[in-house]
């Protein structure tokens, strides 16, 4: 028994020799959390090309900004191999922040597309441990992308969804198929008098193809339901999953501007709209566009789903830009920037000890963690003690319970807690874009 009195009189006078303040001690130790080092931003980010395209139409000014203004890890090209898995261009790495996606066939039909995509999504989160992605939808990209999402209702994993230039509700131009398929079907029909005359106007038909055959798959499917297109019709009516955010690029070419430069974007509008009165479509003769599909084309919230019920709108936002529908991924960084632009959510903040000192643990979500800065100040009776500001560079990438967030330590001086008086601490998180979050937390 003296033993053990000796004991705890030496702890005690251990205690009261610590220069640890007790309201350092009384705090909860910073907990332990899992990091993620296989990218720097929570949601990868996954490029979709157009119709007749390839993946170096995100080459040059589509990918700058995302590589190196935002500092993004390059995670390489993904496409599908003959056994339909995915190959990436970057062997044996499994990491990255952008991804780009080659489809297969360049005019193949947006199912196709849609099942390549859900392949490589389950890649990349495979390979980075994410939760969700983002998809970039150029085009018909974005409809496949939309496809995607109606087959995965209930199981998806897709953040945001942002489409360029996409025809949700088709493209005048796509009325090629018709044409060309009915003279197709007349020349096979083998009519002595109509015949000839069909081969000859498909023999023209098909001198003014280019690199996309007017009978593709791809070119059948973004038919306008009023040209007898079924499938936009369909996918239309599908629902489409509210828990993703819908930004959707628009396209709007001022004719009367650019017609006094006689510009490439004026000539293909004024074709559009010439070919939107043909068809009958007089109502849509005055719809602004990007040269290839209409202004209203274009906005995702135009679909059947969202317009039979305005509450399904809740989650979306448009962005208009100026250029021609081949343009929008080259002509300006301001796409990409405005497609990721996005307030910063607090998800929590607390005092914890480290060590033999204190620090304010911060988590949050921004969708570029990395480009936030977070400024801390420290009140003692309302009065200022502290101040330091840190910028991202000093955050972690964790994942919780809700998903993958970023953690920011500050440690703070013992010495602000050397008396019991009221102290507390307020901070704000600024991310790239200016937003600003603002609170506080008890010390």
Known sequence: MPKIVGLVLIALAALGCSSVPSRITRLAPLPVVEPVTTMTVPYPILLLHGLGQKADAWHGNATRYYLNDLGMRDGGLLHVDRDGKIVSSETGRNDGDLYVMQFRSPHDSINAWRDELDAAITYVRAQTGADRVILVGYSMGGLAARAYLTKRYTDHHVKRLITIGTPHLGSVYAKVWNWKTQMEDCVAGGNIIAAPLCKAALAAIQGSEGNVPYDAPAVRDLRRPEDGGVYLRKLGKYAHPLDVEYVSVIGDVDVSTELQHLSEAALQEIVRKALTMLSGDVGELFEGGDGVVSRKSQDIMNIEYFTADPSRKRATRTIEVGS???????????????????????????????????????????????RCTVQVRVLRNEQLVHESTLSAAFSQLIRTADGIVSRMVFPLPSSLFQHEDDLRATFTITNAWGYAVKSGVEM
């Open 324 to 370: 021609v529908h081949m343009d929008h991924l080259q002509t300006s960084t301001e796409i990409q920037r405005i497609s990721l632009d996005e307030k910063t959510e607090l998800k929590g903040a607390g005092m914890y000890r480290l060590g033999d000192s204190a620090a304010i643990a911060i988590t949050y979500a921004d969708h570029i963690p990395a």
